[in-house]
């Protein structure tokens, strides 16, 4: 530990260089989609929260609240795309004790709250509450890729005891997540640790084993009744679509014919039944995809999943052109975290998904997740800079 | 970086690539290819309807009279809504509403559960209204409440006082008119189910009243108006979310009558009178009915029947035990247009026009023994009187029986006699239903009785629907009978041994029931009175009316109802003349003489038969006054009758005559138009104005105090 802290002397926390050279050779494209989704998902959540029973007076307050979010979330990442990666490396195991800390609080008494069964949150003065597991996915993968990247000779696989280690920081959270029941972030943890360690080049019987071993784990929880069985159902609906889902819950089918009802072109903003009337819960978070269903149909949904996809697309770009290990792992891990949140969180409004209280990306109310990811955004183009300075 | 790192994280990339298609394929599926039936789904989901319904309208006499209005009572109302979002569910703000109206809490928390859920209790008690609407607790609270609850409206939450419209019959010179109202009650399974998946607005709901009888139900579309819609979004917690339409109501249309108040309570007392004149000569004298019509429109200016009923008795919901009541006592149908009764003599008009048809001699001289012999039967006169030869005019005065036996005799041998075939022509039925006997008048009233008349194809139809139980009980020989009276099974038995071999024989006897109006004859009052009409105007046969015009709230007239000539009666010229310059004189000289003694026919001649009809299974016989007036220019036909209620001269005569007393102005011997019951001294020919805030004025231009009902129905009209 000791040569983290003369690391920190030498270090300062940002890089140097002309500002022009940041705005050059930053990827436009990723900010570009990246805000436009932000966008996008304001005026979601707007939409979603207009007729909230909770502010019948004001019908933009959760919007306000919602903007504040996006513009704190922006802000942060900002700062980490600015930060200089030999401190950000340095600090990485400050950054992941903090996280696992923050884990362990909403155990506290009076400092946590349950929300939908989940104890997620830790309550904060003025009504505002954060949930750290967000920022741990971000700990996780900074701390995955530096314990992966380090100490190696160019070319090397990663020796099995960093594999180890590596998978040790991100079990301990995913234990800690699994006791607050919150099963969707275990699957997006689990789904991040195995891709990182998959690019970091450890040996396939890494990979293989812990493929095989998330198929069993899965299934015994199938087994032990941790999964409901319409959770089950649906994920076989996904593979056969005919499939009648006649016992799945009220929220899965409130949520399908929400989007459902939008058809081609959706009823237009603010103008969802669905939406309006609340049928569905949680739409301005957990059920947003129903919102753009509903609203703006086909049309709109698919260029929101455009929109993601573009953002996808720059991030594994990032990866592939990172200049170093580290890098890549970041990006890499950035891809899967985001990558898997999506499709569980859309899956699941679909009906493919087990329903798990996930937020949508950079579209859902909520601003830890809001700033966790534009903090992931923000280490994207830190990697992307990091590359262009090297390359220069 | 390695190659192998390089492979994985293609992999990881096709990966996600297939993820996000899989997202848009199924976002594809859901969307477009099976997007309508989410959209079917989404659309019952949402939206809720809150019904208010309008103001129904009011039904005024010819006049501008209010016969049908609305009163305002202050209905104190809980939304369910509000309730539930107080702490503990409302319960506190039944109980202070319980203490405050006086009521036990179990009444309220009882109305306030949805029918059909867990303990409630059976309609009307429990709400089955939707969920969404304010559920009326109590009516005709008084205003010092009502204001209390509105003050302290902290303390009652989701409680409200309003007013609401009730029906309302003020009753002008006190008359029931019941059986021409009618009466409004719960729309039935029946006819919401014919409503079948309308999503018309202004289609019936289960919460409706509907007009059930009489002129409520004739014209309950337009005095029902159109509801307010108000359609609401609401979420799956059933809060409001927002409206999304929203209909005023508009009152319901007024009804224009040509009923006028005034006679009509004028006919209904006499009726009475007339029922007690059977009493007092101790005749059962059951029910009666009276009605006036005018002769040269159709219209129904009265009509009575009775027995009668209180038409407020439905405000509010009648109780079994006052329905059972209602049904042993036979108040609810009317006698005037419903019942169907032997015309007796009165049908004399219409044998003589069939004698005058057939080119029988109207000025000849006749016989009139006391009693005539046929097919072995014996048909006498009534007390068995006889006049030797006289005129037909004089067996019309006098009501000769013989006369007209002879003549029906001679008729029935010219068409054939025993002999006669299934077709042979039969005068006097085919006259009776030229003045429109055996079908609907067409009255605009719901119901009506249609009669039949006796005739060579109605027997024969009648066998044929009657021979298999007729055969049947002559061969069984009615053994219960005859266990306690072998002689009437005797005659049953021969009776139907008759009937049975031969019972579509039209028989000599047959044609002699018929020309007096017996047999299988049956007429109602009403027919009748547009049979005199007819003779009254030579010829016409009017379709009555009660309705004159339907005018809206906001006071146009939306349409107006012409007079309808149904039919024209296609009998000589000289044979109407014949009769109405004979009718006369059964007032002057005839049966009619004895009621109208000191009546000043010379300025005011009135056309009459009397007519004393027998019916089966009773020895009083039916009476009958049939009349019009004045004779040399007729104006109104009058017809009254009471059952088993003795003569017609002498029960129902008085109260004919009394009918005209008012209609003329007469008083002893002088007659003063500006005296009549109706105003000008004739029926009305113009339309009361209703005004645009809804009072309404008659057409003379008096002021007609119509009271708040009026007033309410005007301000929801004009908004």
Known sequence: MSTIFTAERAVKPFQRGAVGGYWRDMDWILLIAAFAVTVFGSMLVWSASKADMASPNDSTSFLKRHLINVIIGVALGFVASRLDYRWLRAYTPIIYGISVFLLVLPFVPGLGTRVAGARAWIDLPGGMTIQPSEFAKVAVILMMAVLLSEKRDVGSEPRDRDVLLSLGVAIFPILIILLQNDTGTVLILGSVALSIIAVSGARTRWVIGLLGGAAIGILLAIQLGLLKSYQVQRLTSFINPSGDVSDASYNANQARIAIGGGGMFGYGLFQGPQTQGKFVPVNESDFIFTVVGEELGFVGAFVLILLLGIVLWRAVMIAWHADDLYGRLVATGIVAWLAFQMFENIGMSLGIMPITGIPLPMVSAGGTSMMATWIGIGLLQNVRLHGARAGA | ?719
């Not at chain 2, 709901?205 to 139900?217: A, F, M, S, Y």
């Not at chain 2, 009397?610 to 104006?635: E, K, L, M, R």
């Open chain 2, 1 to 719: 970086v390695s190659e192998r790192s390089n492979l994985r994280l293609l992999v990881l990339a096709v990966l996600v690539a297939s993820l996000l298609g899989t997202l848009v394929i199924r976002t594809f599926y859901l969307q477009v290819i099976t997007g309508e039936t989410y959209r079917v789904a989404a659309a019952d989901n949402t939206i809720r309807e809150v019904v208010e319904p309008a103001v129904r309208g009011l039904v005024l006499d010819q006049a501008g009279r209010p016969l049908v209005s609305n009163r305002t009572s202050v209905v104190v109302t809980v939304d369910r809504q509000t309730l539930h979002q107080e702490k503990d569910n409302g319960a506190a703000v039944v109980v202070r509403l319980a203490k405050i109206l006086d009521l036990p809490v179990a009444k309220i928390t009882e109305r306030l559960a949805n029918c059909g859920t867990e303990g409630a209790k059976p309609p009307p008690i429990c709400w089955n209204g939707s969920s969404y609407q304010a559920i009326p607790v109590a009516t005709d609270v008084d205003t010092q409440t009502a204001l209390t609850i509105m003050e302290r409206r902290s303390d009652f939450h989701g409680v409200a006082a309003k007013l609401q419209a009730v029906r309302e019959y003020p009753a002008p010179f006190n008359v029931n008119a019941a059986h021409l109202l009618g009466y409004l009650g719960p729309v039935t399974q029946e006819q919401i189910e014919a409503e079948g998946n309308s999503t018309d607005p202004n289609r019936l709901r289960i919460t409706d009243v509907v007009g059930r009888t009489g002129l409520e139900n004739q014209y309950d579309a337009e005095l029902r108006g159109d509801p307010g819609i108000t359609t609401l979004a609401v979420d799956t917690a059933g809060h409001v979310t927002g409206t999304l339409g929203s209909q005023a109501p508009t009152a319901g249309d007024y009804i224009v009558t040509s009923i006028d108040a005034h006679l009509q309570s004028v006919v209904e007392k006499q009726l009475v009178a007339a029922v007690e004149r059977a009493h007092e000569q101790g005749y059962p004298g059951k029910s009666g009915a009276a009605v006036v019509v005018d002769v040269h429109t159709g219209q129904v200016l009265a009509m009575a029947s009775y027995p009668t009923y209180d038409p407020s008795i439905w405000i509010g919901g009648v109780t079994s035990k006052q329905y059972k009541e209602l049904i042993g006592s036979e108040a609810l149908s009317s006698n005037a247009y419903q019942g169907l009764f032997a015309p007796g003599s009165t049908f004399k008009v219409i044998s003589t026009a069939a004698a005058g048809k057939e080119g029988y001699s109207l000025y000849g001289d006749y016989p009139c023994p006391s009693q005539v012999k046929v097919g072995g039967q014996t048909f006498r006169n009534y007390e068995s009187s006889s006049y030797g030869r006289i005129s037909l005019a004089r067996a019309i005065e006098v009501s000769c029986n013989t006369v007209f036996y002879g003549l029906a005799e001679r008729m029935w041998k010219a068409a054939g006699g025993p002999d006669a075939g299934k077709n042979a022509p039969d005068p006097v039925a085919e006259t009776a239903k030229l003045f429109g006997l055996g079908s609907a008048t067409g009255i605009d009233l719901p119901g009506e009785a249609v009669g039949r008349v006796s005739s060579r194809a109605f027997k024969q139809s009648n066998w044929e629907a009657m021979r298999d139980t007729w055969c049947a009980n002559a061969a069984a020989g009615y053994p219960e009978t005859r266990k306690t009276d072998p002689k009437l099974a005797d005659y049953y038995t021969a009776l139907d041994k008759e009937n049975c071999t031969d019972g579509n024989q039209w028989r000599a006897g047959d044609a002699l029931n018929a020309v007096i109006g017996q047999g299988d004859t049956a007429v109602t009052p009403l027919q009748m009175a547009m049979v005199y009409a007819a003779v009254a105007n030579g010829g016409k046969l009017y379709q009555p009316q009660v309705a004159k015009a339907i005018v809206s709230a906001s006071g146009q007239v939306v349409k107006e109802f012409k007079p309808v000539i149904k039919s024209r009666v296609t009998v000589p010229k000289a044979t109407m003349t014949f009769l109405r310059r004979t009718l006369p004189g059964v007032t002057t000289e005839g049966s009619a003489e004895t009621p109208f003694a000191g009546f000043p026919l010379s300025q005011i001649p009135v056309a009459s038969k009397t007519g004393s009809a027998q019916v089966t299974g009773s020895n009083v016989s039916t009476s009958w006054f049939t009349s019009y007036a004045p004779a040399n220019d007729p104006q109104y036909a009058v017809v009254m009758m009471v059952t088993e209620g003795g003569t017609g001269s002498k029960t129902s005569g008085p109260s004919v005559r009394k009918i005209y007393e008012s209609l003329f102005g007469i008083s002893g011997t002088s007659v003063n138009p500006r005296n009549s019951v109706l105003v000008g001294g004739k029926p009305e020919t113009s339309l009361p104005t209703v005004e645009s805030d809804g009072t309404v004025i008659g057409p003379r231009g008096r002021k007609s105090g119509v009271g708040t009902g009026g007033s309410i129905a005007a301000r929801r009209g004009a908004g």
